[in-house]
Structure formats: C-alpha cells, structure tokens
C-alpha cells in the first residue's frame, strides 16, 4: 500500500514539475534513461551467471579481503552499489556465502561505487559523451537481437552502458537549460542546518531512484552546471550513501534471516558512516583540499573534489568498522535470531534467485539437504533410535542394547509437519524456475534433487510400515523375534551411521562412491543372511507363522529403506568436482557386478575359515 502511495506523489509532483518547467523533463528523462541503462547492464551481466559465478564466489570470498575486493571490482563492473546489495542477500539466502563475507561484499560495494563519482567528474562531464552513447546503442540492440544467450548479454551490457552514457548527457544538458530561468543556488542553505536538510534531501532523492549511483550523478551534474552549491553538494553526496540501503532493505523482505540480517549490517555501516561524515564535515573537507592539490585537482573543480570526499568518507567508513565486522555480525545474529519452527518451512527457496541458475540450482540444493534434516530425524525415530545417538562415536550395537523399548513416537505428525508441506514447496519452486538460462548440467542437477526428495518420501513410506511391526516385537517376550527385528535395526543403523560422517565430512572433493557400494554389498549379504537365518528360526520352530510373515515382510520394507539411503546418499554427497562425479558415475556397479563381488567376498571368507582351521 505505502508503495502506492509513494508512486502516486512521484507522479503527481513530477507532473507538477513538467507543467512549471520544460526544462525539468530533459532532466527527469535523463535520469529515467541512467536508471533504463542500470536495469540492462544487470540483464547482461544475469546472461554470464552459469556455474562461473558460483566457482568464483567459492574462491573470492573465502576472507574479509578478499570479499571486499570482490565488492570493489563488482561494484565497478556494474556501477551500482544497490544491485550488488541485492545479489549478494541471494548469494547469502542461498547459502553459497557467509555472513561474514556477505558483510565484507557491502563494505567493498561502497568503496565500489566512488568509483562512479570518479568517472562521471573526470569524464563524463569533460567530453561528448552521447557521441559514444550512440554506437553503444546501435551495436547493444543488434546483439540483443541475436539467439546466443552471450551475445545478448554482451548486447545488452553495451545498450546498458549507451543508455548510463546518454542519461548523463541529458542531465547535463538538462540543468545548463535551467540555469538560464532558475537558479536553484538560491535554496542553498549553510551551517548545521543546511547539512542536515540537503542529507535527508539526499536521502529521499534515493530512495526514490532506488540508486545511489543515479543520485550522485545527478549531484555532480547539478553541481558543474553551478544549481547547487559545493557544501551542500557534499551533504548530498552523504544522503544518498545512507539513502542507499532501501534497496538492500527492500530486498531482504523477502529473503531469509540471514538475508535481512546482511540487509541490517548495510544499514549500520552506512548510517554510521554517514553520521562519522556529517561530525567530522570540517576536517573532511580540509582533507579534501589538501588532497586536491596533492592529486593537481584545481581548487575551484568542485565535481572532481566532490569525488575525493566520496571516496575518502567511505573509505574512512570502511578503516573505522573493519576490526568491529565479528562483533557487527555477532550483534546482529542475536537481534535477529533463527526461527525455530513447529512446522518445518523452507529456509532457501527466495524469489530473488529464481532468475540466477546457479544460485537457484544451490537453493534447491541447500533446502532438500534442510529436508534430509527432517528425513534422518524421522528415519531414525521409526527405528528406535535418538539422532544424537546416531551422530555419536558410540558403537551401533551399543546403542541398540542400551534401549529396552521402543521409543514412542508419532511418525504420521512428524512426516505432516517435517516433511510433506516442505517437499510441496521445494517441488513448486522448482516449477518456477527460470530455465531459459540454464545448463543441460544444471536440469539434470535440478532433476537428481527432486529424485533425492521423492526417494525420502519412499523411505518414510516403508519406515512407517516397518515401525508398526518393530513397536510390537521389539517388546515382546520370544527373544528369537526380537533379536532378528534388531538385527534389522543394526542394518539400517550403520547405514544411517555412514551417511551422517559423510555429511560431516569437511572435504569438498570426497569420494562416496567407495562407502555406497560396500554399504549396497552389505544390503544384499545382509539380505541373504536374513532369508538364511529365517529358514532355520522356522525349521526349529523358535518363531511363529505370524512372525515370521512379518520378519519377511519387514525385510523388504528394510531393503526398500537401505536402497533409498543410498540412492539419497549419492546424489545429496557426491564430489564437488564435476570430473570426479563423472569418475564416480562410470564406476558404479551395477546388479550382475555387486553380485559378482558378494560371490567374490564369500569365497575370501571360506578361504580365510579354512586356514585358521588348518
């Protein structure tokens, strides 16, 4: 509703606006063509996101260094500070980022965009810039044309750039045509005073554009054409670094908590950066002069002097909050905790990386792990056995003969509450799912996850068939049924035990392969074993029909469990390098092969009984 609002006394004031001064349009269309240019720089650089994107995230923001070098040089690339705030809350939604790197990205995004300031006074406003704008343009739109997914990128990267050029150029134009009617130097104020007043005008020129960037340039071009003066322009420049944060706060409303807490720090760090400023104006602006003349900046070139203070209050920002980033986090984590939910909901299905292959495919990734959570607590509830137990290093048999009965437990409401809701989601997302810009690699990862759910669900389906049987004869009093529904119980125990130290494994690079096909030797020997040992119980009369009717069904559910874990296991724990993954699909045996090495491991343990018996 506020949104309404706002969009309605833009218009009208800008009709407003229109109606009194001609010359307020040429203004007002340059700065609708800077900002038309930023949305199609973004929709080229979206073109280039596909795999790449991720592997260097994964290596430029391993350190606060790192991460703030990697907001510098993206925030230069794309010229706008509000925009990689936005990404980077996907980024950190997604999990493929800390909170820690994320925060050092907004801290590098400012340093970033002075940058902006720096091109536009010493450039921009220097030469004919449309007379560039007009190629850019022609050849952008020729390329948007074409089938390629890159060459459209690099098209609209280019019209993107020809429209930033000539946006800048009707600004220009725009406010030397209201020079000759209006001299807004008139409004200048000084002292506190107009400080205060031209930051909240600052600010509220931001929030409007949604871009701080659009903001400053708007403020130098006012600037060199002599509309504002040089000590308000400043206090400008500050409002629009403070203004910038609705962007990012914008963003993370729809963003999980650790999006909005990044959205948080940004409002921090910039609110606080801007306050230092608007204290220490006096010494600021002694610096800049100072500077100026060092760097050969003439005294009276304001725009490139207001270029200098941009860049030196951020960076004073930057030195002042850097050794408090821990604590900053830390703070925020605690003011905005997890959520701890009764039914289970998604915690990485964002609408804002619907559009961006890799951050959706890491998404859908990161949220069915968060549903393998649930799926392992719900295993092993069915199974009589607590997760910690499971997770711990005390041996499986152990844990077994340390439980008397049966664990109570309510499997319909845990897979209710847990699982069903949270599968619907992850499968309705990935129905959203942009995949005009996806890899063949990147649908077959998307497809192997959903696979990964539906094989939890199977599993959940035979676990709650079994736990009825396994309820019953775990307490009851023939000591031959309950020592084979344990046996079954220690099947599924190690496997489950296997699967959680794969999980904990820290190396990205792993193999599962060789722990999967033991595990799937040791499901068809346990299999044949079980059918072994039933004959005999029968022959000797030591269980009844009853029972033994349901060991042999309980055995199936048991096989259906073991096959699902593992199915679930190579998908959620395979390597992370793609080479290797192809390795271990190539490897894989299939049912003759694992046959083969069950006859294979039989005959070594014949052997092995009949040389200690010699």
């Known amino acids: ?73 993206t925030t230069t690339l794309m010229q706008s500070s509000s925009l990689v705030s936005v990404i980077t809350i996907s980024f950190l939604s997604a999990g493929l980022i800390s909170l820690a790197s994320g925060i050092g990205i907004i801290f590098g995004a400012n340093l970033g965009t002075t940058t902006g300031a720096w091109l536009v006074a010493g450039f921009g406003l220097k030469v004919d810039i449309a007379a560039y704008a007009m190629p850019m343009l022609v ?51 000084t002292g506190l005073k107009g400080l205060l007043l031209y930051t909240l005008i600052g600010i509220a020129a931001t ?109 004073l920002g930057v030195i002042l909050m850097v050794p408090f980033i821990g604590r900053l986090g830390d703070a925020i984590t605690k003011l905005l905790p997890d959520k701890a939910y009764a039914v289970a909901e998604p915690m990485y299905l964002k609408d ?36 910690k137990d499971i997770r711990s290093n005390t041996p499986i048999q152990e844990v077994i003969d340390s439980f008397e009965k049966p664990i109570p437990v309510n499997l319909d409401e845990e897979y209710t509450n847990k699982i069903k809701g949270l599968y619907v989601e992850i499968v309705n997302y990935i129905g959203r799912i942009n995949n005009e810009n996806m890899s063949a690699a990147q649908s077959n990862e998307i497809f192997e996850l959903r696979s990964a759910g539906r094989s939890m669900l199977a599993a959940i389906k035979s676990t709650k068939h079994l736990h009825k049987n396994l309820s019953r004869y775990l307490s009851d009093p023939n000591p031959y049924v309950r020592a084979e529904y344990n046996k079954i119980r220690y099947r599924l125990g190690t496997i489950l035990r296997s699967l959680a130290e794969i999980q904990e494994d820290p190396d990205e690079l792993r193999t599962v392969l060789p722990t999967i096909e033991a595990m799937r030797v040791d499901i068809m020997q346990a299999d044949q074993r079980f059918v072994s040992d039933m004959n005999q119980l029968i022959r000797e009369r030591k269980i009844t029909g009853a029972m033994a009717t349901s060991l042999m069904n309980d055995n199936n559910y048991t096989n259906n469990i073991a096959n699902q874990l593992l199915e679930i296991a190579t998908i959620l724990f395979k390597s992370a390098d793609a080479d290797m993954h192809e390795v271990e699909q190539s490897l894989m045996l299939d049912e003759q092969e694992t046959a083969d090495a069950i006859a294979a491991r039989k005959i070594k343990e014949q052997e092995s009984v009949t040389h200690e018996s010699q």
């Open 1 to 73: 509703m506020y949104r309404r609002i706002i969009l309605l006394t833009v218009f009208l004031v800008l009709s407003y606006g229109f109606w009194i001064s001609p010359n307020l349009k040429q203004i007002s269309a340059g700065v609708a063509i800077f900002l038309f240019g930023m949305l199609a720089l973004e929709e080229g650089f979206r073109a280039f996101t596909g795999g790449l994107l991720e592997k260097i995230l994964k290596k430029t923001t391993t350190g606060l260094w790192k991460s703030m070098s990697f907001g510098v040089v």
């Open 139 to 189: 050849f952008g739109i020729i390329l948007i044309l074409q089938k390629s997914k890159h060459l459209k990128g690099v098209g609209y990267i280019l019209a993107g750039l020809g429209f930033l050029f000539l946006g800048i150029h009707y600004m220009k134009e725009g406010f030397e045509l209201f020079r000759e009617n209006i001299d807004l130097t008139a409004y200048a104020m």
């Open 207 to 315: 929030v409007i554009m949604q871009s701080s960037h659009a903001t400053l340039v708007l403020i130098i071009t006012a600037l060199a054409s002599q509309q504002i003066t040089y000590d308000n322009a400043l206090a400008l420049a500050i409002g629009s670094n403070i203004g910038t944060t609705i962007t990012a706060i914008i963003g993370a409303i729809s963003a999980g908590v650790n999006g909005k807490r990044l959205a948080a720090a940004h409002l921090v760090f910039n609110v606080i950066t801007g306050l230092v400023a608007i204290a220490l104006i006096s010494q600021l602006m002694l610096s800049v002069d100072w500077l100026s003349e060092r760097l050969n900046i003439a005294a009276d070139n304001y725009t490139l002097k207001l270029a200098v203070f941009h860049t030196l209050f951020n960076l």
């Open 352 to 387: 804002s990386a619907l559009d961006i292959p890799e951050l959706a495919v890491e998404a859908v990734h990161k949220e069915i792990l968060n549903l393998g959570d649930y799926f392992f607590g719900i295993i092993c509830h069915g199974l009589s056995f607590r997760v």
